[in-house]
């Protein structure tokens, strides 16, 4: 839009085909498990668009619910607490499906799942992102959106290429 290439992930895309799916079995409490960064100088929190998107999606459907949303950063730590947290705040409310925006926080809500004896799939449904090896040494073997990173990089190549060739 700003008039350069660029080569990004489709953030956006990803976000509604996995609230897509789960309301396609049923499933219509969705929560999020979410990471926040700041900017190097620490001054400032970047907003996540796997959030936005899924606020939006969400309440466009008339799904969405505040309380199922909960934001750490992205790590497996911040995955386990914060699905500890969400166990103890709702108990037997807690949703029956996550999307969970990496592989490694999914991990941390994995194990945070398993040691309340809280079946995954099929009491709660995990979708993360990204997926890593990770997310085949886990059991259950988690659910993940594949990013096409070497796909990406090549494309990018290509357009400097093009660029550098005839850089109109």
């Known amino acids: 839009n700003a008039g350069y290439p660029c080569v990004t992930t489709d953030f956006d895309n990803a976000v509604v085909k996995v609230i897509d799916y789960f309301m396609g079995k049923g ?3 969705i929560g999020m498990l979410a990471g926040e960064e700041k ?23 008339g799904i969405y619910n505040a309380k199922y949303t909960y934001i750490g950063d992205f ?14 705040e709702m108990g037997e ?27 995954v799939p099929s009491r709660v449904s995990l979708i993360s992102f990204n997926d890593t090896p990770l997310t085949k040494q886990v059991y259950p073997t988690l659910s993940s959106i594949k990013v ?10 290509d357009i400097l290429n093009r660029q550098l060739l005839d850089p109109r």
């Open 27 to 29: 499933l219509t409490k």
């Open 39 to 61: 900017t190097t100088d620490g001054k400032e929190t970047l907003i996540d668009q796997r959030i936005r998107t899924y606020r939006n999606y969400a309440y466009e459907n």
């Open 75 to 88: 790590s497996a730590q911040s995955g386990y607490s914060l699905m500890t947290k969400a166990i103890r």
């Open 93 to 119: 409310d807690l949703p029956e499906a996550f999307f969970v925006a990496n592989d490694t926080l999914a991990i941390g809500a994995l194990k945070a799942l398993q040691e309340q004896n809280i079946a």
């Open 148 to 157: 096409y990173t070497e796909e990406m990089g090549r494309t990018a190549v």
